[in-house]
């Protein structure tokens, strides 16, 4: 690998990302022919393919497999190095993106987001709005914004909320027609709102308190839903009980659309954390949007 530069890496690298030659070239700023003979030449310095190419794909060899595994971060790490060093002289600019559940966007980063971006002009953020558990560093996102603490290897979190609870809700329609549950054991006469994991498809697990302890509880379904606003949207037309984080639902608990059932029941969720690489705290866009959302929130 004599021959090897870290542009060439970093060539290799965005192909991986975007999928393709021309995906990679717009994500450079290159000629796709440009890509083309960086990559070319890389396979050269190695030895080896790093690519099956066909007219309609691009797919990693198991060589091109282990070299991405091998250098993602190393090279993260070094774009973050050169990149906080260009930035010692100037404003914080460039481009930051950040991925976050529904409800946390809606509940929290719909007030304050463009607040930041006036803040901020030379920074263009991309929000991403994803109920998913993504990898930060493969899907090339700069933080996130998640429950609990407990990360992969390399990666920081910082606090922003305490824990929440998570409630179960119901239209006043619903109750009237139905009644307001007053034990566990009513619940089995009612209907839930369930939610699945848009990344392991599995249902979530409904736990609930009694006597100090948590509860799995089973109950019927009425609708099956892998977005918050969805859930929400079916318990106001009275389909059945929701379940959501507390915070979500402040809105319309206020505004008595939805009302808290069984409240004394409710299980605690750990608290929302921001979490990144420990090198992209280096990058100034990075460092102000970390300080900028911890503020908020506290």
Same mark, same amino acid.
């Given at each position: 690998m004599k021959g090897t530069t870290y542009n060439q890496l970093q060539v290799f690298q965005a192909i991986v990302l975007e999928g393709s030659i021309r995906g990679a070239a717009r994500k450079l700023e290159m000629a796709a022919p440009s890509v083309s003979q960086s990559l070319k030449l890389l396979e050269e310095n190695i030895g080896l393919t790093l690519f099956n190419r066909t007219t309609r794909k691009i797919e990693l060899t198991d060589a091109?497999?282990?070299? %991405?595994?091998?250098?993602?971060?190393?090279?993260?790490?070094?774009?973050?190095?050169?990149?906080?060093?260009?930035?010692?002289?100037?404003?914080?600019?460039? %481009?930051?993106?950040?991925?976050?559940?529904?409800?946390?966007?809606?509940?929290?980063?719909?007030? @304050?987001?463009?607040?930041?971006?006036?803040?901020?002009? !030379?920074?263009?953020?991309?929000?991403?709005?994803?109920?998913?558990?993504?990898? @930060?560093?493969?899907?090339?996102?700069?933080?996130?914004?998640?429950?609990?603490? @407990?990360?992969?290897?390399?990666?920081?979190?910082?606090?922003?909320?305490?824990?929440?609870?998570?409630?179960?809700?119901?239209?006043?329609?619903?109750? !009237?027609?139905?009644?307001?549950?007053?034990?566990? !054991?009513?619940?089995?006469?009612?209907?839930? @709102? !369930?939610?699945?994991?848009?990344?392991?498809?599995?249902?979530?697990?409904?736990?609930?308190?009694?006597n100090g302890q948590q509860v799995r509880v089973e109950i019927p379904y009425a609708l099956v839903v892998n977005d918050t606003d969805l859930m929400i949207d079916a318990a106001k037309e009275g389909l059945g009980i929701g379940r959501l984080v507390a915070p979500a639902l402040n809105t319309e608990f206020k505004s008595g659309q939805l009302l808290p059932v069984l409240e004394d029941k409710w299980t605690t969720y750990p608290g929302l954390y921001l979490y990144f690489t420990q090198n992209s705290q280096r990058v100034k866009r990075v460092r102000v949007f970390i300080d900028y959302l911890t503020e908020r929130f506290t």
């Open positions: 091109g497999r282990q070299l %991405h595994e091998r250098t993602q971060a190393a090279m993260e790490s070094l774009t973050y190095a050169v990149e906080s060093v260009q930035e010692l002289t100037e404003e914080p600019s460039g %481009h930051l993106r950040i991925t976050v559940p529904k409800f946390v966007y809606n509940t929290y980063l719909k007030a @304050i987001f463009a607040d930041f971006c006036r803040q901020y002009p !030379q920074i263009e953020l991309e929000l991403s709005i994803s109920d998913a558990t993504l990898d @930060i560093v493969k899907e090339g996102i700069d933080l996130g914004i998640r429950f609990g603490n @407990i990360l992969e290897q390399g990666m920081v979190a910082k606090k922003l909320t305490e824990p929440m609870k998570e409630a179960l809700f119901a239209s006043p329609d619903y109750l !009237q027609k139905f009644g307001t549950p007053q034990s566990l !054991q009513d619940l089995s006469r009612h209907k839930l @709102i !369930q939610y699945r994991f848009i990344t392991s498809n599995k249902y979530a697990q409904l736990n609930l308190t009694e």
